[in-house]
């Protein structure tokens, strides 16, 4: 059996299309089905069926898309090990938040190309909580995000890189003496409760017993940034280098104490066979960081 056939099946199923698994594998959609229909006949039983306008297993699909992703994971470490350098094959399979992606994973990768010029990296966006549990599911390497609001597994290394405290941010020409005045009685653009961030501005917002005036909630700090520049209200974000600096269109403003801080840093499993792969982008991250 083909590991690439088992591969191509399980970008299908977790994808929902034959269309975007051929996307993401970079092949044609009749080689992805092609490849099926070979794993269908292989294994004797139907994977995959049709569920509208997306694809989802079968029966006997379902049963084996777990021991895929083992087969999978053997297979990625078979090929770690048949390596004559100090480090794993790559690629490095990186996670990253849009935080990660702006404001850390550029500087790192200019140092990674100069240093390991032979290890590609695959990177795969997503918000910290997909990330989290591909990391466990041993699908990704290694992950830049926020630190979850809950205890990191002991199979895990932690490395914080960057800690950002809340802070208001209004459009520049905006007069503030009081800044939880300004939070209750201007339009709010709400940072969405569902990730880390959010939850800790909600949790800040409601200790001050304040309901804001909310116009719009949305995930995306770089967007609600342009927002607020556009005059459409005020937010409550992580000070984060990507707001840049205060220029003509945003202004931010420090909230009274305490103030909630995420952390943002790199997440990897610390036992696995690729993890010299993870330790060598931390290793760039701490030093284009001045992180001991």
């Not at 990177?123 to 995000?145: F, H, K, M, N, Q």
């Not at 503030?176 to 800040?204: F, T, W």
């Not at 770089?222 to 556009?230: F, S």
Request: glycine share 6%; hydrophobic share 45%; with cysteine.
């Amino acid at each position: 059996m083909d590991s690439r056939f088992l591969q191509s099946f399980v970008s299908v199923v977790e994808l929902g299309s034959i269309a975007e698994a051929a996307r993401q594998l970079d092949l044609s959609t009749a080689t992805i089905a092609q490849r099926l229909r070979v794993l269908e006949a292989e294994l004797g039983n139907k994977l995959i069926v049709r569920s509208g306008r997306t694809v989802v297993p079968t029966v006997a699909g379902t049963r084996i898309l777990e021991r895929a992703h083992v087969i999978l994971s053997d297979v990625r470490d078979l090929e770690s090990a048949a390596t004559d350098t100090d480090l794993p094959s790559g690629p490095l399979r990186l996670g990253a938040t849009p935080t990660g992606l702006t404001g850390i994973v550029p500087a790192v990768l200019e140092q990674w190309v100069e240093v390991h010029p032979d290890i590609n990296i695959f990177i795969e966006p997503s918000s910290t909580t997909t990330l989290y549990g591909r990391l466990l599911g041993d699908e990704l390497d290694a992950a830049v995000l926020v630190h979850p609001m809950f205890a990191l597994p002991k199979t895990c290394n932690w490395c914080a890189l960057r800690r950002e405290k809340l802070i208001l941010v209004t459009p520049a020409d905006m007069k503030v003496k009081d800044a939880l005045d300004v939070i209750r009685h201007e339009p709010y653009i709400r940072l969405d409760r569902q990730v880390i961030a959010g939850k800790m501005a909600d949790d800040y917002l409601r200790r001050h017993g304040i309901r804001p005036r909310q116009r719009v909630e949305l995930d995306g700090i770089e967007y609600i940034a342009r927002l607020v520049a556009q005059g459409l209200g005020v937010s409550v974000l992580p000070d984060w280098a990507v707001l840049g600096p205060a220029d003509t269109t945003l202004r931010r403003w420090a909230l009274p104490g305490p103030v909630p801080t995420r952390t943002v840093g790199v997440m990897w499993q610390r036992s696995t066979i690729r993890a010299p792969l993870a330790e060598a982008f931390v290793t760039l991250a701490r030093q284009r960081f001045n992180v001991r």
